[in-house]
């Protein structure tokens, strides 16, 4: 893999640091390849640099035989730092995607400390105070997940987010003006309605804030998204592809709403899906739409930083929304789902074709294209 091409995005596009910036790096103990290349970048910048190495059976043990008082102590741990820095990288870079179960009471305050920590983190963010750039970084255990070797997977990494392109802040600064040319199109529409099978579901974005997503705040990347306004979401959704909760794959997701909360659903599993549902009262309302313009990436394979921007694909995201959206979901729970428009299904605005097979329309007919 091009760690020089991967610090570089990351350093001078992602996070575009600049001198007295304070940095911090979380990762697990497999990021120390990119750290090699990165922290030296970061530093010839002027930054200050923080680094947050953790290790999955460490955290394990302090969920598993801590207190509920220790467990609240360290998301207040947590908290206090976020305000210490005006950038995060949070490199995701799990060893293991698997979580030791824990009783009731435990997972409730894991819970709450999650919400209280992305209630935080989302004001300083929305303050202009803290940016977040999350990166995934390819581990085995994303791999596994994936049903793909580990060089498998980091060969489709690096084409997905072109870490062998020479020109790779160009090829980013390209995909932002992609991305650009199609929130134009959204920025003064009111009406979005999905069409297919099992599915005809609509709601309003008017006045909402369509975000960029070009490589800044995720990689991978390429989509734009925002969040509905929160009660305008109406009618039914059958999603394609299967999400993980909790380490649980669910399939057939079917979804009903009104007045933008979900009231009836059918799954695979429907006990798992109801304790997602039941985490909080934010869980069973959309917190996000989102539209891929990744055309690098075609094949659906079981991993949603991956897929959620497959190009021409639709997904919504139940719980947490981004407020700089406009829109203010709170819960502690995002999950994102897949609706794709490949041989089935439309997506219209305003009553106009906007997405067809995988094809996206502005508002003349014309079909916008892929980098």
Same mark, same amino acid.
């Given at each position: 893999?091009?760690?020089?091409?991967?610090?570089?995005l990351?350093?001078?596009? +992602?996070?575009?640091?600049?001198?007295?910036?304070?940095?911090?790096i979380?990762?697990?103990?497999?990021?120390?390849?990119?750290?090699?290349e990165?922290?030296p970048?970061?530093?010839?910048?002027?930054?200050?640099?923080?680094?947050?190495?953790? $290790?999955? !059976?460490?955290?394990?043990?302090l969920y598993?035989?801590?207190?509920?008082e220790?467990?609240?102590?360290?998301?207040?741990?947590k908290?206090?730092?976020?305000?210490e820095?005006d950038?995060?990288?949070?490199?995701?870079?799990e060893?293991?995607?698997?979580?030791?179960n824990?009783n009731?009471?435990?997972?409730?305050s894991?819970?709450?400390?999650v919400s209280?920590y992305l209630?935080?983190y989302?004001?300083?963010?929305?303050e202009? @105070?803290?940016?977040?750039?999350?990166?995934? %970084?390819?581990?085995?255990?994303?791999?596994?997940?994936?049903?793909? +070797?580990?060089?498998?997977?980091?060969?489709?990494f690096s084409?997905v987010?072109?870490?062998?392109?020479?020109?790779?802040?160009?090829y980013?600064?390209?995909?932002?003006?992609?991305n650009?040319?199609?929130?134009?199109?959204?920025?003064?529409?009111?009406?979005?309605?999905?069409?297919?099978?099992?599915?005809?579901l609509?709601?309003?974005? #008017?006045? @909402?804030r369509?975000?960029n997503?070009?490589?800044?705040i995720?990689?991978? $990347?390429?989509e734009?998204?925002?969040?509905?306004?929160?009660?305008?979401?109406?009618?039914?959704?059958?999603?394609?592809?299967p999400?993980?909760?909790?380490?649980i #794959?669910?399939n057939?997701?079917?979804? #009903?709403?009104?007045?933008?909360?979900?009231?009836?659903?059918?799954t +695979?599993?429907? #006990?798992?899906?109801h304790?997602?549902?039941?985490?909080?009262?934010?869980?069973?309302?959309?917190?996000?739409i989102?539209?891929g313009?990744n055309?690098?990436?075609?094949?659906?394979?079981?991993?949603?930083?991956f897929d959620?921007?497959?190009?021409g694909?639709?997904h919504?995201?139940l719980?947490?929304?981004?407020?700089?959206c406009?829109?203010?979901?709170?819960?502690?729970?995002?999950?994102? !789902?897949?609706?794709?428009?490949?041989?089935?299904?439309?997506?219209y605005?305003?009553d106009?074709?906007?997405?067809?097979? @995988?094809?996206?329309?502005?508002?003349?007919?014309?079909?916008? %294209?892929?980098?």
């Amino acid at each position: 893999m091009n760690y020089r091409n991967f610090s570089n995005l990351i350093a001078y596009f +992602s996070l575009n640091v600049k001198k007295n910036d304070h940095v911090l790096i979380m990762g697990t103990t497999e990021i120390k390849p990119l750290l090699l290349e990165l922290i030296p970048i970061l530093l010839n910048q002027g930054a200050f640099v923080d680094v947050d190495i953790k $290790d999955n !059976m460490i955290d394990e043990m302090l969920y598993h035989y801590g207190s509920l008082e220790q467990i609240n102590k360290f998301f207040n741990y947590k908290i206090h730092r976020l305000k210490e820095f005006d950038k995060i990288l949070n490199l995701m870079s799990e060893t293991n995607l698997y979580f030791r179960n824990m009783n009731s009471d435990k997972m409730d305050s894991f819970y709450k400390g999650v919400s209280e920590y992305l209630r935080e983190y989302s004001a300083l963010i929305e303050e202009n @105070r803290l940016f977040v750039s999350t990166v995934l %970084y390819p581990t085995n255990a994303y791999a596994q997940k994936c049903c793909l +070797s580990t060089v498998q997977f980091q060969d489709l990494f690096s084409k997905v987010n072109q870490l062998d392109n020479d020109n790779i802040i160009e090829y980013y600064n390209n995909m932002k003006k992609f991305n650009e040319d199609i929130i134009s199109e959204l920025d003064i529409i009111k009406n979005f309605r999905i069409i297919g099978k099992n599915t005809d579901l609509r709601f309003s974005v #008017e006045g @909402r804030r369509w975000i960029n997503g070009c490589g800044k705040i995720n990689l991978p $990347d390429g989509e734009v998204f925002t969040a509905p306004i929160k009660k305008s979401v109406n009618g039914k959704i059958a999603f394609t592809y299967p999400i993980i909760y909790n380490g649980i #794959e669910i399939n057939d997701i079917q979804l #009903e709403f009104l007045e933008g909360k979900v009231i009836n659903y059918s799954t +695979s599993n429907n #006990e798992a899906f109801h304790n997602l549902l039941a985490i909080d009262e934010g869980a069973g309302y959309v917190g996000e739409i989102g539209i891929g313009t990744n055309y690098s990436h075609q094949e659906f394979i079981g991993n949603i930083i991956f897929d959620e921007k497959i190009g021409g694909t639709i997904h919504l995201a139940l719980g947490a929304s981004y407020p700089e959206c406009g829109e203010l979901n709170v819960s502690s729970i995002h999950i994102d !789902m897949i609706y794709d428009t490949i041989n089935q299904g439309e997506v219209y605005i305003d009553d106009k074709l906007f997405i067809k097979n @995988r094809k996206i329309y502005n508002k003349r007919g014309e079909k916008f %294209y892929g980098l």
